[in-house]
């Protein structure tokens, strides 16, 4: 192998190593101020449905208000039903694991805002800095459920 070529070589190998799009992963809590997950863990999920914690309070407050007027019908209409903001995602796969605190602190981890400024790129055709998305929520001490999820809706 020649200089130049050797040279070439070098040249490319960084762009090749920080280029590669990383799977990023995000932790569920069901007690976060700024999200509530409207269901319970313990079944098999096909969706994960974040909502917007106050509007979706707001809109239960209403909801209980019409029942005890009796004019509750379900919301039928979109424009009866207080909005709230929502992000859906399809569940692709499921499995238990278990992580060390090593293993967790190396995981590309990402917050709330992230997903709900990211989350949409991969359905919106747009350029993305991220492979797949994880969801992880923990069961255990060490024991989480992970699920492999694409989003299919974002209701702003």
Not at 8 to 27: G, H, N, S
Not at 110 to 122: L, S
Not at 124 to 149: A, C, H, N, P, R
Request: proline content about 3%; hydrophobic content about 35%.
């Amino acid at each position: 192998m020649t200089v130049n070529k050797l040279y070439i070589v070098l040249l490319f190998i960084p762009f090749f190593c920080f280029t590669q799009k990383k799977d990023v992963y995000f932790l569920l809590d069901k007690n976060h101020p700024t999200y509530i997950i409207p269901y319970d863990f313990k079944k098999t999920l096909h969706k994960i449905i974040l909502s917007n914690r106050n509007e979706y309070e707001q809109r239960e407050v209403k909801k209980a208000e019409d029942k005890k007027k009796g004019t509750y019908t379900g919301y039928a209409e979109l424009d009866e039903a207080p909005f709230v903001s929502t992000m859906e995602f399809t569940v692709i796969s499921r499995k238990k694991i278990e992580l060390t605190v090593c293993e967790f602190q190396i995981l590309n981890l990402v917050d709330y805002k992230w997903i709900e400024k990211n989350a949409w790129k991969k359905i919106g055709q747009q350029t993305s800095d991220f492979k797949d998305i994880y969801f992880l929520y923990k069961e255990k001490d060490k024991s989480y459920i992970l699920y492999k999820v694409d989003m299919t809706v974002s209701i702003h």
